[in-house]
């Protein structure tokens, strides 16, 4: 039977456009200060409401930093990361409509000036961003660049058309040129290589990009920045970091890569992040597990094999003794273009109840630098899936076949060994 189509939603998408205009007419009169305030205020809200926005939030800040910093300091920057985040957020809603000339009371720069001089002898320049405070601002320092330098953007288009066009409106107000992601390389290669100032948001996770590691995490990213810099005849590649300084005002800060390789500019943009990594979007499953071959990055083959990188950290549950030897073995296989793998071994009784083993998964989880991502259930048992369940690890995988563990292990990862 043929698929239907999907239809398309021209009324949800003309009630989402009309709510996002009283909002922001709602913003609008507000003092830019007082609108961040009440953005740290959701914030707080949303931390107290939401335990799984709290768990997601924690555990990928126990990836990024773990064995840095104690539990306790990164429950602290948890929360701040939620007050940061949704006052960034908001604030950006704000500055989207205010005047230039008001959008410059509320905005210092650091290391502007190596970025002027290139743009100054005529060379064009990349900047590469993060999801990091109000990244909105950029699209509003034209008045920064030496006259005459056009300045403009890579960005991925919304679903909502009507909401679409307005952010390109707003983006373009002060003269900037946007290249869609779907429309290729030749067009933004080109802008900046005529003395262009082009920013590219660079830490998303792609499906087929390059194995890079971001904050010791082996990570699918993309090569594009590398890709038109190159194409554009080597010009310089900038990393930038929105920093919250007050409620309402923000430091961008400009740091020239050493080298135009991706792994170079990722760690480029990593640094400015540690600079305030509660200005950084951490509340989206960074380094999220996929469905299948969990174990495996979709990535494009490096013609190196990257450093060694942070592992996975794995629980191995069973009513039985546990051959560690034999998982430990597996992982030694696995090629260098996937994340390392890490075992932990627990074994219970089968009259146990699953609310004491949860809590007792939960204190071996909080012991570990860097938190449990997966529970591999090697013994089928309902109570065993249950307490999996409750001590709040994020993947389960039952082994309802009884495999040998090696066997096991192959078919959650199977394009990995060697």
């Known amino acids: 039977m043929a698929k239907k189509k999907r239809k398309k939603k021209p009324v949800a998408w003309g009630l989402e456009y009309l709510g996002y205009r009283v909002f922001e007419a709602i913003l609008r009169p507000l003092p830019s200060g007082l609108v961040s305030l009440l953005g740290s205020g959701v914030g707080m809200l949303v931390y107290a409401l939401s335990p799984h926005y709290r768990r997601l939030v924690l555990r990928n800040l126990r990836i990024a930093l773990g064995g840095e910093r104690s539990l306790t300091e990164l429950h602290a920057l948890s929360r701040k990361t939620f007050r940061h985040n949704f006052a960034n957020f908001i604030g950006a809603l704000k500055t989207s409509v205010m005047t230039t000339a008001e959008v410059e009371k509320h905005v210092s720069l650091d290391g502007l000036s190596a970025l002027r001089e290139h743009l100054t002898s005529g060379k064009g320049a990349i900047l590469v961003l993060g999801h990091m405070g109000n990244w909105e601002i950029l699209n509003r320092l034209h008045q920064y660049l030496p006259p005459g330098t056009q300045a403009g953007g890579v960005y991925q288009p919304l679903k909502n058309p009507y909401v ?40 998303q996770r792609v499906k087929a990009g390059l194995p890079i590691p971001f904050f010791g995490r082996l990570s699918s990213l993309s090569p594009l920045p590398s890709i038109l810099a190159r194409k554009a005849g080597h010009c310089p590649i900038f990393a930038v970091g929105v920093e919250s300084t007050d409620p309402g005002h923000w430091r961008v800060v400009f740091r020239e890569v050493s080298e135009p390789s991706p792994a170079s500019i990722i760690a480029g943009l990593e640094a400015l992040i540690r600079r305030s990594p509660a200005d950084y979007l951490w509340l989206h499953d960074r380094w999220k597990l996929l469905r299948r071959n969990p174990f495996d990055q979709r990535t494009k083959t490096p013609a190196t094999p990257p450093a060694p990188t942070r592992p996975i ?106």
């Open 164 to 203: 679409d066009a307005l952010f390109k409106r707003r983006r373009e107000q002060d003269g900037s040129v946007l290249f869609s992601k779907r429309d290729g390389f030749h067009s933004p290669a080109g802008f900046v290589k005529k003395g262009g100032v082009l920013i590219i948001v660079a830490d």
């Open 313 to 418: 950290q794995l629980l191995l549950l069973s009513h039985s003794a546990i051959a560690g030897e034999d998982a430990d073995g597996y992982a030694d296989k696995r090629g260098p273009a996937v994340p390392p793998l890490r075992f932990h071994a627990m074994t219970c009784e089968k009259t146990e109840n699953a609310e004491p083993l949860a809590a007792r998964i939960k204190q071996y989880d909080h012991q570990l630098e860097a938190p449990l991502e997966a529970i591999l259930i090697l013994t089928p048992h309902r109570t065993l899936h249950r307490a999996a369940q409750l001590s709040g690890v994020p993947n389960i995988y039952t082994n309802h076949d009884e495999l040998p563990l090696p066997a096991f292990l192959r078919t959650l990862s199977p394009n990995s060994e060697t």
